[in-house]
């Protein structure tokens, strides 16, 4: 066997790792971010939570060769990232409350007012609940996925977000009488 | 088992209401650049050694450590221990030879039977 220094290896390795990021960024970024953005409410906490999910994947083909089911494995870590941020968020209360009310740009938002009026209804739910609306809208993920997710009961994901959606509703309804 | 219950498949109670699609709208998009932010941070996170490397590392590892057990068994083998009374002959040689029974276990242990132990200086 030759010992040659992996110079060229490393190189082609880089390619591909490349390749395969790529090839996942353009298949789940844009759910992800949705996520991480309805989760945290700030762009730059959201896009560095979706970076920091991919420096995490970057760090290990062997760990990548082992998930099994990569979309619940993507939205698992990122949900762990955005709980830790979250809790750094909300030390940071007063900061993020001016970032949150600053006009975030939302895509294909009807209104910035209503958008900020929903973001507003969100934040005030309880973390779960928050957590499987944004899971079930923003990431499109069915509710055995969001179940498994949250290692939670089929049914009780889907009560709870039923119980979410009311929350928001009457919210809404306090704001707009 | 035909008799196992199998989960719904939750569907929802609620079809997309004007709510839910009021909350799809207001999905937020990533930067167009976020992507090549994203792989460029994911490129230059330093990689966990690959199997490639691995073997490049434990080959290293490897050599360096036959190379100072050389060293070693060569420094053991340049100074003899002193005698007292050095022997001549056969047995002489076998007496210097500190080692000669690690090296020559057969020969030793019959030159053992046959010569004085060796005296080591004090």
């Not at chain 1, 110079?7 to 298949?27: I, V």
């Not at chain 1, 920091?52 to 979309?71: G, K, N, P």
């Not at chain 1, 993507?74 to 809790?87: D, N, P, Q, T």
Request: glycine letters at 4%; proline letters at 7%.
């Amino acid at each position: 066997m030759a010992f040659a220094p992996p110079t060229s290896a490393a190189d082609e390795e880089r390619a591909a790792l490349q390749r395969e990021l790529g090839a996942l960024y353009d298949e789940h970024a844009a759910r992800l971010y949705a996520v991480a953005h309805r989760l945290l409410g700030v762009r730059e906490e959201a896009e560095e939570c979706v970076q920091d999910l991919f420096v995490a994947l970057a760090r290990s083909r062997t760990e990548r060769e082992r998930i099994e089911d990569m979309r619940a494995y993507l939205f698992a870590s990122l949900r762990r990232l955005a709980g830790a941020r979250g809790r750094a968020q909300s030390r940071r209360a007063q900061l993020q409350d001016v970032l949150a009310r600053s006009g975030e740009p939302h895509a294909g938002a009807p209104d910035a007012s209503e958008a900020r009026a929903l973001q507003r209804a969100i934040e005030s739910l309880p973390q779960e609940q928050r957590e499987i609306v944004a899971l079930k809208i923003d990431g499109q993920l069915t509710f055995a996925e969001i179940a498994e997710s949250m290692e939670l009961n089929l049914n009780t994901a889907a009560s709870r977000y039923r119980y979410a959606l009311e929350k928001i509703r009457a919210q809404l309804e306090e704001e707009t009488p | 088992m035909s008799g196992a219950r199998t989960p719904r498949s939750g569907p929802l109670p609620l079809e997309l209401s004007g709510l839910e699609s009021r909350l799809l709208q207001s999905r937020a998009a990533p930067a167009a650049d976020l992507r090549a932010r994203t792989l460029n941070a994911a490129l230059r996170a330093p990689a966990a050694a690959t199997p490639a490397r691995n073997l490049w590392w434990l080959a290293s590892a490897a050599a360096a450590v036959l190379l100072l057990f050389n060293l070693a068994r060569s420094a053991t083998f340049a100074e003899p221990p002193a005698l007292a009374e050095p022997p001549t002959g056969l047995c002489g040689a076998f007496a210097r030879s500190a080692n000669a029974e690690a090296a020559l276990p057969l020969f030793s242990s019959a030159l053992q039977r046959s010569c004085p132990p060796p005296v080591p200086e004090e």
